[in-house]
């Protein structure tokens, strides 16, 4: 039997890019997935596994199918505003779920997991790139229960012997240049996909939450990184693993910081509408200012982005947008 990567959450947005990226690499895999939030026609490679973390039946039917060689984690709720609301929903997925997978894969003895983490791990921080020495402080529930894994990651590391690589995003955008897999979130919560409902006249406008921030404009300074660039290092930490090489924290962004107003700006430029705009009172949790450095995953693996342009990820997203919604 062929080992196989398993996907967890892989029919969501960024997990059914980096299945569809594995498969284009000669990766054979798995994409185990509740469907509560994914959609079953984005985990269109590979195997399909219907299955929840919570239960553990599912975990064993699943190790006893295949074979899996390691496993890439992308089942954790990711909305900051959400977890201020209910955090208690965001502990049982974040963390209790997390934990049944990795104990279901000591059981089957799987000891090789790729993360995703966020950088909602550091909180409020400096206006500055951050590098993965930042002390990690998180200012929502979200990044705290990101961070509870982070460290639970290692303490399994010098218990069990897992091998793991947490991968830090920052704001995760675009979409699958061959319009295949994309975003398909119901409710949408990020903001480009957002600013384009807008300009699709989906919406009648777009929210800024808030105009008050210690940044040139006063909105929200934030790093975007397209999915398929990702995927890519993803692959890239995976390959480590599998190599023998040791546990890795990397940051995954474009070393590139863009305000609310400049995605919007961005987005007027590549649709050709002007989009209506209206200016709201600040979210909870959101701080000022996140942009990371990469260079140490791109020292140590060799990552190499192929679509940093603010313009181009954009054009991804607005051409998956286009496709999939009437009216666009």
Request: with cysteine; charged share 25%.
């Amino acid at each position: 039997m062929a080992e196989k990567i398993l996907v967890v959450g892989g029919a969501g947005y960024i997990g059914s890019q980096v299945n569809k990226h594995l498969n284009r690499n000669g990766f054979e895999t798995v994409v185990f997935d509740n469907l509560s939030t994914g959609f079953r026609r984005l985990a269109c490679y590979g195997d399909f596994f219907e299955g929840d973390l919570k239960n553990h039946e599912d975990l064993e039917k699943c190790f006893e199918k295949y074979k899996i060689a390691a496993v890439m984690d992308f089942a954790a709720f990711a909305s900051v505003g959400e977890s201020v609301k209910d955090p208690a929903r965001y502990y049982r997925n974040n963390v209790v779920n997390t934990i049944n997978l990795l104990d279901a894969m000591r059981e089957y003895g799987i000891k090789k997991l790729i993360f995703s983490s966020t950088c909602a791990t550091y909180g409020e921080v400096p206006p500055e790139l951050l590098r993965e020495t930042q002390p990690q402080n998180p200012v929502n529930p979200y990044g705290r229960t990101k961070l509870i894994m982070e460290m639970a990651m290692k303490d399994y590391s010098s218990a069990y012997g897992l091998k793991f690589a947490a991968l830090r995003y920052f704001n995760a955008a675009g979409a699958d240049p061959e319009c295949e897999v994309g975003e398909l979130h119901n409710p949408e919560t990020h903001l480009i996909p957002l600013v384009l409902d807008a300009a699709s006249g989906r919406r009648p406008c777009i929210s800024v939450f808030g105009n008050d921030y210690n940044t040139p404009d006063g909105t929200c300074i934030r790093d975007y990184i397209h999915t398929e660039d990702l995927a890519q290092a993803h692959r890239l930490a995976l390959q480590h693993l599998l190599s023998g090489g040791d546990n890795v924290i990397f940051n995954l962004g474009n070393g590139q910081g863009y305000s609310v107003l400049d995605i919007i700006k961005a987005a007027e430029k590549v649709t050709g509408i002007k989009i209506p705009v209206e200016m709201a009172g600040r979210r909870a949790g959101d701080p000022d200012f996140l942009v990371g450095s990469s260079e140490l995953i791109k020292n140590k693996l060799g990552w190499n982005p192929q679509y940093a342009r603010l313009e181009k990820i954009i054009e991804h997203a607005w051409a998956w947008h286009r496709k999939n919604y009437s009216g666009a």
